[in-house]
């Protein structure tokens, strides 16, 4: 695992390329990226459900969630960074979805909710360029009511081999260009969350060559 970029540099990325971020994303990970997201939002959201999005950037996933919600329900959208906030708020509005969304903000290493405050959490693309993600991930399980379901999805190494060093070399390549990489880089939780006391419902990496995704849901016991 590479060493994560200092927190600072990443906020500054993020509040650089928030015009972009959503193209470059999606397009940089042909849309790969999206189906993590579609898929974590369709095993997890329910229609009145009271939701957190954690380094929810400019809301690629809060407004797929939005969509599903009841007039009971809400997405709060937790991020660093004041112009990803921005961009996911004009996105909202521009799509009537305004009164599902809450845009916060804060760190993810300390989310600014009591205990057991949300239904369920997700978690798309956004540990990745924290320096302690299990950190974050035990702070996601804090506001997560017992019962709920915590979904992440992350870069990950493939499990094959050969996959394995050809991403490494493209990812070297790519770390060098912060305002490409965007700081993320292939991380690894499931070891740490095994030793956590929650039920692990699922965990699969998909992808090819050089992006793959690990996708983890766990419910709080
Ligand atoms: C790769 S983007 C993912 C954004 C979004 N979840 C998605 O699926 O497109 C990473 C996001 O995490 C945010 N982020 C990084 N470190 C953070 C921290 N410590 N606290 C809160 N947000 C953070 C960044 O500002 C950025 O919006």
Known sequence: MKKALNPKKVKSIYNYSYGYYDLLHTMGTFRMDERGRKHLVEKIVKPEDYILDAGGGTGLTALKAAKRLNENGKIVILDFSEKMLEKANAKAKRLGLSDKIETRLGDMYE???????????????????????????????????????????????????????????????????????????????????????????????????????????????
């Open 111 to 221: 989310i600014p909710y009591p205990d057991d405050t949300f239904d369920s959490v997700l978690s798309t693309y956004s540990t990745c360029p924290l320096e302690n993600p299990m950190k974050a991930v035990d702070e996601m399980l804090r506001v997560l009511k017992p019962g709920g379901v915590l979904g992440i999805a992350h870069s990950s190494d493939p499990e094959n081999k050969v996959a394995r060093w050809l991403s490494s070399k493209i990812e070297n390549v790519i770390w060098k260009f912060p305002g490409l990489s965007l700081g993320c880089r292939n991380i690894e939780l499931m070891t740490g969350i095994q030793r956590l006391d929650v039920e692990i419902l699922e965990d699969k990496i998909i992808g090819f060559v050089p992006f793959y995704f690990r996708i983890i849901l766990v419910k709080k016991r």
